[in-house]
């Protein structure tokens, strides 16, 4: 009953700020991220920041590989490109190349009804504006019931529960988190395809500082660096 009053009291506080999350981060310009996968370091995410006359724009770019023996199994690289304007999102685009298979995502905004059109590999149609780039940086996804695919366009309706306050320590610093549980709303999904993602945002300031899944192997970001 207490973790449920702390989650409802939680995203209470949340929403009274929904008018511009964005601006959480006006003094970050660059996160930089480490990639384990079951703890070995295997490649890097990092987000750059730029600001101008009311236009945020977010470049972020991802990078990594698994191998055995020396030889690569399995290689993964994408960069995006997300925008904002006044705090409100007003577009985003990626390429991917997933193991040598080419996957892309272009959304932008519908001027009759500021909804989103979304033209990717996964997905091509209309999207609710309320919905949210699953890039994790913006802990408004927090409040969503469904984010969008930054790889493919696919949308993804899910649950967020809040499972409490944590301690997470990174190198020498310890952050004091608020963890989250994001889970595929729809049953039916393949394993590949369901949701099962923990996010740890730093109290106070919203900072993503980690997040966790299993898909072959146990799978970890954690917070590099800070500008």
């Known amino acids: 009953m207490k973790k449920y009053i702390l989650s409802i009291a939680l995203v209470f506080a949340l929403v009274t700020n929904n008018y511009a999350h964005v601006d959480h981060y006006s003094k970050y310009n660059y996160l930089e991220y480490e990639l384990f996968r079951n703890n070995k370091l295997i ?23 698994i191998t055995k023996l020396g030889v690569d ?9 997300e925008k904002y304007k006044n705090g409100i999102f007003s ?7 997933q193991n040598k298979k080419e996957k892309y995502v272009n959304i932008s905004i519908d001027p009759n009804d500021n909804n989103l059109i979304i ?28 984010q969008i695919s930054a790889v493919s366009g696919r949308i ?39 949701l099962n993602t923990e996010i740890w945002y ?11 899944f299993d898909k072959t192997g146990y799978w970890e970001y954690r917070l590099k660096k800070v500008k």
């Open 119 to 146: 033209d990717g590999s996964s997905y091509k149609g209309k999207a609710d504006k309320e919905m949210i780039i699953g890039t994790w940086w913006n802990h408004e996804i927090v409040q969503k019931k469904a």
């Open 91 to 97: 577009g985003f685009n990626s390429t991917t190349n």
């Open 156 to 194: 993804i309706e899910q649950k967020v529960e809040f499972k409490g306050k944590e301690q997470i320590k990174i190198g020498d610093k310890v952050y004091n988190t608020l963890r989250f549980k994001f889970s595929s709303s729809d049953p039916s999904l393949s394993k590949d395809k369901k």
């Open 73 to 81: 199994l399995y290689k993964y690289y994408a960069q995006g490109t």
């Open 202 to 212: 730093e109290e106070g300031t919203y900072l993503w500082i980690k997040a966790a």
């Open 43 to 65: 490649g890097y995410h990092i987000y750059k920041f730029q600001r101008n006359n009311g236009e945020l724009t977010i470049d972020n770019e991802v990078s990594f590989k």
